[in-house]
């Protein structure tokens, strides 16, 4: 993270007192630039009300807030205003790792102290952001109120001009699907983050920042507005939804803004809004490119079980390392490696220390270590997490005892304790635990059925990438992910935090290459494949930003791939990051900065586009290498995805370059001063 655009110098914390007054019935508060305001009101019968405008519209008409707790207490009407305090901020932090070295944290707080009938406190903090804005509730230490329960959120989001909204279902247990766009008024349950695009061309994403003691919140319609979308937060067995002690925070509820779909994409407000880095030594936490494992076992070449097939022996493993060094990949998975794959989907626990009998993990260690290569620790719990709990010290002491730094965690499963959900408290609590105790042993995590991301990664460094999104994994065994998932999860899914889609797959059609035989078989997944052209996955590295990034594919695909020297290239970690253009569910082109080269990822849907745009954020008077990967007037996605053309020419600033994104294509570019 050389040659940041804020350099040191530039590193300012400013922190003022505006205002501070008496009780009052609501607070205007105005975003740094103006351009942002949020209204508070309390209205008549006493229920805390805020309201959104942006550039002189309203975005967000009056939408209720509070709780309903147990015991007969609320915070629902007769409420009323005690103080308001206005604060300014202003700080430019550096990531240790992201898709920008440092980040402008700049709002205006309003700091509201409210009273219910029952004389019981409760603040809500709204910060004002040129981008957008967040609030969250207090509940201080107090009388009468230390133990509680929050049987009901009533945080309401009535869009005063919705035109079309990106969303997936409110599943408790699973982000795993394709995005869905309709009218706001057509959802009925949703997780978040949910994009929306106004009438005025507004573009908006709703989601939440800090979740780390609290339900996930999902959006489920509500009867008060015609695009009326209300908190849904996802309850524990008991029906419950959040069970707490004062002084207790909720997550902070976000409203990200963007003049363009693009402009949300480089929004950091849901990172701006948690804590700072908690870690004070962070040299052990790496971003890498990894291989492993993995993509042979969900396509039932190999298998996590032990047996003839079995993925994760010894010698089969020590094969990847041995690419993995050759290949400027940095890490190896081994999925399969321990015992207790028999028992997955049952229930029955997992054993996270036992390797199988083929797997002879001291060797595979000691060989990783000679070769300069990451193995990456894997705990699949299929969703038994009673039991991950219980083992989860003990296996996380063995990764350290083994000099591991790299764990990849797994949820695939029903939770157990039966009637938790993935996306409720306890579980929020668990996944928050993990990275903690994974911080104490020098482990980073990359969790795949995960909480969604909320912004945890600026306060634990460690918590680095996860899934939470219908990956490439689904490619094997499903119908697969159309050529439009990718144009949507950029503006959807990508604005919460790094994903772990894991692209790479050369073979696209799955004629599978028999190592024995040294021959291509024929596809026998009965249709199954890959919906994109090659080039199209080279450029996921690039659109979809995660600080891990695998190359998925069966090494012996890559063997004379000229096109796997882009994934031998690019990065895994940036100083800036630009999007060029996009349309969401339509095409996206995004650039990223690594010291002094660049690197451009452009994809389409299923529609073949020309796209051209100018290279005016290159460096002056400095001269490029352009390599670009690029779909080849022969590729075509159906019969023949993996022609790919590789061209090479030099360009400056005042150029421009045009690619031609065939129908599920893309193109990848490096582009390297001379
Ligand atoms: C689901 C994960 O998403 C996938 O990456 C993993 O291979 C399987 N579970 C088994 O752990
Ligand atoms: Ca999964």
Redesign the pocket.
């Given at each position: 993270m050389s040659n940041n655009l804020w350099g040191l110098t530039l590193f300012i914390v400013g922190f003022s007192l505006l205002t501070s007054c008496q009780p009052e019935s609501y607070a205007d508060i105005s975003s740094p630039d103006g351009k942002t305001k949020v209204h508070f009101a309390i209205t008549e019968d006493g229920q805390a009300t805020y309201q959104v405008a942006y550039s002189g519209e309203e975005l967000i008409a009056p939408s209720a807030m509070g709780f309903t707790l147990s015991e007969q207490n609320a915070f629902e009407k007769g409420l009323s205003i005690e103080s308001i305090r206005q604060s300014s901020y202003d700080e430019t932090w550096e990531q240790v790792w992201g898709e920008v070295s440092s980040i402008r944290n700049h709002y205006i707080q309003a700091e509201v102290s409210l009273r219910n009938p029952e004389n019981l406190k409760l603040k809500i903090v709204f910060r004002v952001y040129n981008n957008g804005v967040g609030f969250r509730y207090l509940f201080p230490e107090q009388q009468g109120l230390q133990q509680f329960d929050i049987l009901e959120e009533h945080t309401h989001f009535n869009l005063a001009q919705p035109d079309k909204a990106w969303w997936i279902p409110g599943n408790p247990d699973s982000y795993e699907y394709s995005y869905q766009n309709s009218r706001v008024s057509e959802i009925d349950s949703a997780n978040t983050p949910i994009t929306i695009q106004c009438n005025n061309g507004v573009y908006l994403s709703l989601h939440e920042a800090a979740l780390t003691d609290y339900a996930g919140m999902r959006l489920r319609k509500s009867n008060d507005h015609i695009s009326g979308l209300k908190s849904d937060l996802v309850p524990w067995p008991d029906g419950i939804k959040v069970k707490a002690n004062t002084p207790f925070k909720t997550p902070w509820r976000t409203i990200q803004i963007g003049n363009t779909p693009g402009e949300l994409i480089t929004n950091y407000l849901i990172l701006n809004l948690n804590e700072p880095n908690k870690l004070e030594n962070t040299d052990w936490i790496k971003p890498l490119k990894y291989v492993g494992v993995?993509w042979s076992?969900?396509l039932g070449v190999e298998t996590w079980i032990q047996g003839d097939r079995h993925g994760a022996n010894t010698e089969n493993v020590k094969r990847y390392i041995d690419f993995a060094a050759q290949n400027s990949i940095e890490g190896v998975l081994a999925?399969g490696w321990n015992q207790g794959w028999e028992n997955w989907g049952t229930g029955e626990p997992f054993d996270f220390v036992t390797p199988y009998p083929d797997f002879d993990i001291e060797a595979v260690l000691a060989y990783a270590n000679y070769k300069n290569i990451s193995i990456i620790g894997h705990h699949?719990n299929g969703g038994n997490v009673e039991s991950y709990e219980k083992h989860l010290i003990s296996a996380l002491d063995e990764l350290q005892s083994q000099g591991i730094h790299h764990l990849k965690t797994?949820y695939?499963g029903g939770i157990v304790p039966k009637g938790q959900h993935h996306h409720g408290q306890w579980m929020v609590r668990h996944y928050r635990r993990v990275v903690e105790e994974a911080a104490k042993r020098q482990i980073s995590i990359n969790a795949?059925?995960p909480i969604k991301p909320t912004g945890l990664r600026r306060t634990y460094p460690n918590m680095m990438t996860r899934?939470g999104v219908r990956?490439m994994?689904w490619n094997a065994w499903s119908e697969g992910n159309t050529p439009e998932h990718h144009t949507v999860l950029p503006f959807t899914r990508m604005l919460a935090g790094p994903i772990d889609y894991t692209p790479g797959i050369f073979d696209i059609l799955y004629r599978r290459y028999d190592r024995s035989r040294e021959r291509w078989h024929p596809n026998d997944k009965g249709g199954a494949r890959v919906h994109t052209t090659l080039a199209k996955q080279l450029a996921l590295y690039v659109v979809l930003y995660s600080p891990w990034q695998m190359a998925a594919d069966m090494v012996e695909n890559y063997s004379q791939q000229p096109a796997f020297q882009f994934i031998r290239d690019v990065p895994v970690d940036w100083d800036e990051t630009k999007v060029i253009n996009g349309e969401i569910g339509e095409f996206v082109t995004i650039a990223r900065r690594n010291g002094p080269d660049w690197f451009v990822g452009s994809v389409t849907d299923e529609q073949p586009r020309t796209i051209t745009f100018s290279l005016d954020f290159l460096e002056s008077g400095q001269t490029y290498e352009i390599i670009t990967y690029a779909d080849a007037e022969e590729t075509n996605l159906e019969h023949n995805p993996e022609a790919i053309s590789i061209s090479k020419s030099s360009k400056t600033k005042d150029d421009q370059i045009t690619l031609h994104l065939g129908s599920g294509g893309g193109a990848a570019i490096q582009l390297k001063p001379i």
């Open positions: 993995w076992l969900h999925e699949e797994g695939a795949h059925e899934e990956g994994e």
